[in-house]
């Protein structure tokens, strides 16, 4: 889902959030990304995710007692897919962004973490506990070519 509005939330609804009548108001944004299909991904130790992994909606990570970081795509990767998948294609704006799932389940504890790469900023705390799930926002704040920059938001989640 693309989020290019101040009055989109995350969930795509558009509306005047500070009307008490928004709920009569709101509308659903069409939505690009397919959603919600499950990625699992069985690597033992910490992996390097690519954009596809992000982009299907829902990341799943499980361990045997240890905390795992995984490599977020570069910040150029992950702009030239949203380019191909917006409507707008090269002429994608600015904060544009989508948000994806995170499910880390580990048996014996552990956390799951990201770790940043070429141009991505890891915003607020990055961390879920075992057994914890949280929803991950994404947004492209420069799409320049060759100046790409992402900042990856944990969002609150059941943590």
């Given at each position: 889902m693309?989020?290019?509005?101040?009055?989109?939330?995350?969930?795509?609804f558009?509306?005047?959030?500070n009307?008490?009548?928004t709920?009569?108001?709101l509308t659903?944004?069409?939505?690009?990304?397919?959603?919600?299909?499950?990625?699992?991904?069985?690597?033992?130790?910490?992996?390097?995710?690519?954009?596809?992994?992000?982009m299907?909606?829902?990341?799943?990570?499980?361990?045997?007692?240890v905390?795992?970081?995984?490599?977020?795509?570069?910040?150029?990767?992950?702009?030239?897919?949203?380019?191909?998948?917006?409507?707008?294609?090269?002429?994608?704006?600015?904060?544009?962004g989508?948000?994806?799932?995170v499910?880390?389940?580990?048996?014996?504890?552990?956390?799951?973490?990201?770790?940043?790469?070429?141009?991505?900023?890891?915003?607020?705390e990055?961390?879920?506990?075992?057994?914890?799930?949280?929803?991950?926002?994404?947004?492209?704040?420069?799409?320049?070519?060759?100046?790409?920059?992402v900042?990856?938001?944990?969002?609150?989640?059941?943590?």
């Amino acid at each position: 889902m693309f989020i290019q509005d101040p009055t989109v939330d995350v969930n795509g609804f558009k509306g005047d959030f500070n009307n008490s009548k928004t709920q009569t108001t709101l509308t659903r944004t069409s939505n690009f990304f397919p959603r919600y299909r499950p990625v699992l991904i069985n690597a033992s130790s910490s992996t390097t995710l690519t954009v596809d992994n992000l982009m299907k909606g829902r990341l799943g990570r499980t361990f045997s007692g240890v905390s795992v970081s995984d490599t977020l795509p570069t910040a150029s990767d992950i702009i030239t897919e949203m380019k191909a998948r917006h409507p707008l294609g090269n002429s994608m704006p600015n904060n544009t962004g989508f948000e994806f799932y995170v499910y880390y389940s580990s048996s014996g504890g552990g956390n799951y973490s990201f770790t940043s790469n070429t141009g991505v900023t890891i915003f607020g705390e990055n961390d879920l506990d075992d057994e914890k799930a949280s929803v991950v926002l994404v947004v492209a704040t420069n799409v320049s070519s060759g100046s790409e920059t992402v900042i990856v938001t944990w969002l609150p989640g059941d943590e």
